[in-house]
C-alpha cells in the first residue's frame, strides 16, 4: 500500500491553470503537459476520419505525435469535468500513479479555459468488445485461450485498483467495451473517467449513479451507494460477454427468447450451467473450439461475481487466484450458492 500524495512533495505549479500553448514544458507528475496545437497537429484538428468513438465521457481520436508515436486523444465533454482545473488535474496525477501491466495509464494531458483532454497509448487492437462484435471478416475470432488471458488480465487490473492503490479505485463501468487490447492481445482496463476514489474508511458513498445499462450492480443502480463489488459485478458481465460474445442487452433478449422464459440473464445462465447446455452460451465464432469444462469454470466464476447482495460476491483478488488455478474452492460455499439460488 502507498499513499501517493502523502509521499510527494507539493508542487504547487502544477496547479495553476495556464494555458499549455504558454507553458508547454510543463509536466504533472510523470505527465507531459501537451499544447492543444501539439494535439491539433496530431489528429489534423480532430478530424472525423481519425474519430475513434463518441460516448457521454466526449470523443476519443486518433493521433500522431512529432515523435512518430501513435495515441488516443480524449476529449472530455463539460461535464465531465466538474469542479475546475484544480480537480481535473489531481484526479490526471491519481489515475497516472496507478502503475499495473493491466491498466491503461495516461501519457499526458491538456488543459485550456475551455478544453480537459487525456493523451492515451494508442491500443493496435481496440477493445474486446470491437473484437467480439466488430470483427472484420478478414480478421480471425477471439480464440478461447486469448479470451481465458483476457479475463485473468482485466482481473488483476481491477484487483490493483481495489488493494493496491491509496485511496482504492472504483472503476464504475466495467464491460467489454472499456477493456482494451495491446499488441499482444494483453488486456488492459481503460476508460476511468468514471472512477471515483475512495478512502479506507469509507463504508459507502452516495453519489449519482453513472455506468452502463446491464452492467451496473443492482444495489447501485437502487441506492446509488458504491463499493469495489459494483465493479466485481460488472466484470462478471464482461465474462459473459466474453463467453458469449454478445452485449448484456443481448443476452438479456436471449433470455427472454428462451424457452425457459426467464428475462434475467444472469438467472437464465445458472439455468443452462445446472442442466450442463452450455453449448447455448459458448460464443459460435469459437466453433466448439474450446474444453467446456474450462467454460462452466468461468461462466461459475461470472455467476459468483453477479450474485444480487454484494457481500456475497468474491473480491477481485480472489477472482485472480480462480482464474490462477485455485478454482472455486477458494470461496468456500460461495460456490455452491450460485447452483442453489
Known amino acids: 500500500m502507498f499513499a ?7 508542487r504547487q505549479e502544477y ?4 494555458p499549455a500553448e504558454e507553458d508547454p514544458e510543463v509536466h504533472l507528475g510523470q505527465l507531459k503537459r501537451f499544447s492543444l496545437r501539439e494535439l491539433q497537429v496530431a489528429t489534423d484538428t480532430f478530424s472525423n476520419k481519425n474519430m475513434l468513438g463518441c460516448g457521454a465521457f466526449g470523443k476519443v481520436y486518433k493521433g500522431q505525435l512529432a515523435d512518430g508515436s501513435l495515441v488516443a486523444v480524449k476529449c472530455l465533454s463539460e461535464e465531465r469535468i466538474p469542479g475546475g482545473g484544480l480537480q481535473f488535474q489531481k484526479q490526471v496525477e491519481m489515475i497516472s500513479m496507478a502503475v499495473h501491466r493491466n491498466l491503461l495509464r495516461p501519457r499526458g494531458f491538456c488543459m485550456t479555459p475551455t478544453e480537459r483532454l487525456l493523451v492515451y497509448p494508442f491500443m493496435a487492437n481496440g477493445s474486446v468488445a470491437s473484437c467480439l462484435r466488430k470483427r472484420p471478416p478478414s480478421e480471425p475470432p477471439l480464440d478461447w485461450p486469448t479470451r481465458r488471458r483476457i479475463a485473468l488480465g482485466s482481473a488483476r487490473g481491477l484487483s490493483y485498483l481495489h488493494d493496491h492503490c491509496d485511496p482504492k479505485i472504483i472503476h ?73 460474445g454478445q452485449r448484456a442487452f443481448d443476452l438479456a433478449q436471449l433470455a427472454n427468447d428462451d424457452d425457459d422464459d426467464d428475462d434475467d440473464e444472469v438467472n437464465w445462465v445458472k439455468v443452462l450451467l445446472k442442466d450442463r447446455r452450455v453449448e447455448v452460451l459458448v460464443d459460435p465464432d469459437l466453433q466448439n473450439n474450446y474444453i467446456e469444462a474450462d467454460v462452466e469454470s468461468l461462466i461459475q466464476v461470472a455467476l459468483l461475481c453477479t450474485q444480487y447482495y454484494p457481500k456475497e460476491r468474491p473480491k477481485m483478488s480472489q477472482v485472480v487466484r480462480m482464474l490462477e488455478g485455485d478454482g472455486l474452492a477458494d470461496l468456500g460455499g460461495m460456490a455452491e450458492s450460485t447452483s442453489t439460488t
Not at 496547479?15 to 495556464?18: A, I, L, T
Not at 472499456?178 to 481503460?190: M, P, Q, R, S
Not at 455506468?211 to 465474462?239: C, F, N, Q, R, W
Open 172 to 244: 464504475r463501468d466495467v464491460k467489454a467495451a472499456n477493456i482494451l487490447l495491446d499488441e499482444e492481445f494483453e488486456a488492459v482496463v481503460g476508460d476511468f473517467d468514471l472512477a471515483k476514489f475512495m478512502d479506507y474508511k469509507d463504508t459507502h458513498v452516495t453519489t449519482a449513479v453513472r455506468g452502463t445499462i446491464g452492467h451496473i450492480a443492482p444495489e447501485y443502480m437502487s441506492t446509488g451507494k458504491i463499493s469495489e463489488k459494483i465493479d466485481v459485478y460488472g466484470y462478471g458481465i464482461m465474462l459473459l460477454e466474453l463467453i458469449t
Open 4 to 10: 501517493w500524495w502523502r509521499r510527494r512533495p507539493k
Open 15 to 18: 496547479f495553476v491553470d495556464v
